[in-house]
């Protein structure tokens, strides 16, 4: 019992306090809690749909680096922020730039690892490089990831889908 009360003693000094307790110290906030990643998302996605390219496009390299600090440069959440990253960059003007098309890359790779090669998540990565690709006016490259959305897209929704 006596180490357990010295174990608490010390918790100040590594930045820990007893429940109950208040160390005085203001109590830092999480970098970016996983329900204001889609609010943040939505904001940045917004300012792309208004033509305001520059700003959604730093904003959303602010939110892909804190989403990578807090839950990792292959988590889901960073998949989402590149996202909405590349889709700025796209309509920005910089779609041809070879920095989306690294970015639409590492996307889909991480959503492959992380949902399976079959997931409809799968599919929008796999649309989104593709229409980087076309654009750059490589459509040979862009075809298979059509046709592969495409195909993820029937076997999940149906073929009668509207998102197919």
Known sequence: M?????????????GGTVAGQDSGQPT??????SDRISERMDHERSLISDGRYAEAETLARELLAEVEARHGPESI?????????VEGLSLGGKGNAPESQRLAERTLAIREKAL?????????SLN??????????????????YERALAIREK????DHPDV
């Open 28 to 33: 830092p906030t999480p970098v970016v809690s």
């Open 128 to 145: 989104n490089l593709a229409a980087l690709l076309r654009a750059s006016g490589d459509y040979a490259g862009a075809r298979p990831l």
């Open 2 to 14: 006596r180490f357990i009360v010295k174990i608490f003693a010390f918790l100040p000094f590594f």
């Open 156 to 159: 999940a929704l149906g073929p």
């Open 116 to 124: 399976g090669a079959d997931h409809p998540d799968v599919a929008t």
């Open 77 to 85: 959440e960073a998949a989402q922020a590149l996202d909405v990253l």
